[in-house]
């Protein structure tokens, strides 16, 4: 794994530990994409354990031949050893405010693109409310600009799993696996077979195995406070943006939902603003963009190729 790099910064008269990688060309030398990691991603991107290899990379839709890449850790995420155990006082804003004073810190005034999907997304929405000149092209993927009420529904459930289960990060990832993915995905994909070594159906299986894996991962103070991140999108200034803004949804996302995102493309061109809006169509649910690379790939190529 790729050396993490660390920075200072000072936010509200207290200073914050930022880490993050590059990858691609050095920095200062081509354009940079800052790509914005969702609840259980970190700064790695692409490279040997990269999260999303098949869209970042040599020759990759965003090639890394061409430009640099740049991406922080949300500072309590733990992949960088920083655990933040009063999560509540954490907002989307605060995390998009450091972000932003890391890269003052790091001296880059000016990004090609901020791309982020879903919790990334919604940090990227609101940093480009909050200084808008900074970047040309904005990409919320699966993401919008304020959660939904069945968002914050889900995180309650969510926080009431990891403070009250005695096994609280394995517990809260099968059922947050429920809303990542949908009932005809799970039906195309198991169809009720069973797993003859286990004895359970072979859904059940699948979803005890993520559960563990993220629980060999990730600790508990870190889902607490990524999951309460979620509850906090609320970027209302969207009048403020000045960037080109690529809407990408899922048309099955039971999460951050395509009409959803349909009222931000319809709320942005009313403002006038340089907007597209895209879709993916996926019988998957949420975790599409993690998985519908092709589709994902033929959407954003044109704006990282210099055709759009």
Same mark, same amino acid.
């Given at each position: 794994?790729?050396?993490?790099?660390?920075? =200072?910064?000072?936010?509200?008269?207290?200073?914050?530990?930022?880490?993050?990688?590059?990858?691609?060309?050095?920095?200062?030398?081509?354009?940079?994409?800052?790509?914005?990691?969702? /609840?259980?991603?970190?700064?790695?991107?692409? !490279?040997?354990?990269?999260?999303?290899?098949? /869209?970042?990379? +040599?020759?990759?839709?965003?090639?890394?031949?061409?430009?640099?890449?740049?991406?922080?850790?949300?500072?309590?995420? !733990?992949?960088?050893?920083?655990?933040?155990?009063?999560?509540? +006082?954490?907002?989307?804003?605060?995390?998009?405010?450091?972000?932003?004073?890391?890269?003052?810190?790091?001296?880059?005034?000016?990004?090609?693109?901020?791309?982020?999907? =879903?919790? !990334?997304?919604?940090?990227?929405?609101?940093?480009?409310?909050?200084?808008?000149?900074?970047?040309?092209?904005?990409?919320?993927?699966?993401?919008?600009?304020?959660?939904?009420?069945?968002?914050?529904?889900?995180?309650?459930?969510?926080?009431?799993?990891?403070?009250?289960?005695?096994?609280?990060?394995?517990?809260?990832?099968?059922?947050?696996? /429920?809303?990542?993915?949908?009932?005809?995905?799970?039906?195309?994909?198991?169809?009720?077979?069973?797993?003859?070594?286990?004895?359970?159906?072979?859904?059940? =299986?699948?979803?005890?195995?993520?559960?563990?894996?993220?629980?060999?991962?990730?600790?508990?103070?870190?889902?607490?406070?990524?999951?309460?991140?979620?509850?906090?999108?609320?970027?209302?200034?969207?009048?403020?943006?000045?960037?080109?803004?690529?809407?990408?949804?899922?048309?099955?996302?039971?999460?951050?939902?395509?009409?959803?995102?349909?009222?931000?493309?319809?709320?942005?061109?009313? /403002?006038?603003?340089?907007? =597209?809006?895209?879709?993916?169509?996926?019988?998957?649910?949420?975790?599409?963009?993690?998985?519908?690379?092709?589709?994902?790939?033929?959407?954003?190529?044109?704006?990282?190729?210099?055709?759009?």
């Amino acid at each position: 794994m790729k050396p993490l790099h660390h920075i =200072s910064v000072n936010h509200n008269n207290k200073t914050f530990q930022l880490s993050y990688e590059t990858f691609g060309k050095a920095l200062y030398t081509a354009p940079i994409v800052l790509v914005n990691h969702a /609840l259980t991603g970190n700064s790695t991107v692409c !490279g040997e354990q990269g999260w999303w290899n098949d /869209l970042i990379g +040599n020759g990759k839709a965003i090639d890394t031949n061409k430009y640099t890449v740049l991406a922080f850790n949300i500072p309590g995420n !733990g992949f960088d050893g920083v655990l933040v155990e009063d999560y509540k +006082n954490t907002t989307v804003t605060q995390v998009a405010n450091l972000f932003l004073l890391g890269l003052k810190a790091l001296k880059i005034d000016r990004l090609f693109a901020i791309i982020g999907g =879903s919790l !990334g997304g919604g940090i990227a929405w609101q940093m480009a409310t909050l200084q808008p000149e900074l970047t040309t092209h904005l990409i919320p993927v699966a993401s919008h600009h304020i959660s939904s009420d069945w968002i914050i529904a889900n995180t309650l459930i969510q926080e009431q799993i990891l403070l009250n289960s005695t096994n609280p990060v394995h517990d809260a990832r099968l059922h947050a696996m /429920l809303c990542y993915r949908t009932p005809k995905s799970f039906q195309a994909r198991f169809n009720r077979t069973v797993n003859q070594d286990l004895k359970i159906y072979n859904v059940e =299986s699948w979803l005890l195995h993520h559960g563990k894996k993220l629980q060999d991962r990730f600790q508990k103070s870190a889902y607490l406070l990524m999951n309460h991140l979620l509850k906090t999108i609320a970027v209302e200034n969207l009048e403020a943006i000045q960037a080109q803004i690529t809407l990408i949804s899922v048309d099955t996302d039971l999460f951050f939902t395509a009409d959803d995102i349909k009222d931000s493309y319809q709320t942005l061109n009313k /403002l006038n603003k340089k907007v =597209s809006y895209h879709e993916i169509t996926s019988i998957h649910g949420h975790d599409a963009f993690l998985i519908e690379y092709e589709q994902l790939k033929t959407i954003i190529a044109p704006i990282f190729n210099g055709s759009n």
